[in-house]
């Protein structure tokens, strides 16, 4: 088998790179930058956090000012659906 010099070079360079590349990842100023970038991200979570929490606390308060507007109107058709019936009850005792 006949190895290329090229080949070799390449791979060592790549393997140097690689290792200076982790080093530097590793360093102190990395760390730092890491570390900012969590805080601006944990940040970002609570805004978002904060709001969910209001549009949850908007569908609530529209949700329970749908129920009560259907109770009204359940309660203003059973209402006339009695005056009707009582409309329809005094006719019924006047023919007699």
């Known amino acids: 088998m006949k190895l290329n010099k ?3 070079g390449l791979f060592a360079l790549g393997t140097l790179f690689g290792l200076e590349g982790i080093k530097l990842l590793s360093s102190k100023d990395a760390k730092k930058v890491y570390t900012h970038a969590t805080a601006a991200v944990l ?3 609570d805004s ?3 709001q969910v929490t209001v549009l949850r606390e908007n569908c609530s308060d529209i949700y329970a000012d ?3 507007m259907n109770e ?3 309660s203003k058709e059973a209402d006339a659906e ?3 019936w009582m ?3 005094d006719e019924d ?3 007699a």
């Open 93 to 95: 005792s006047d023919k």
């Open 87 to 89: 409309a329809d009850t």
């Open 6 to 8: 090229n080949k070799i």
């Open 66 to 68: 749908a129920v009560e």
């Open 48 to 50: 978002v956090l904060d």
């Open 72 to 74: 009204e109107r359940k």
């Open 82 to 84: 009695i005056g009707e």
């Open 43 to 45: 940040r970002g979570k």
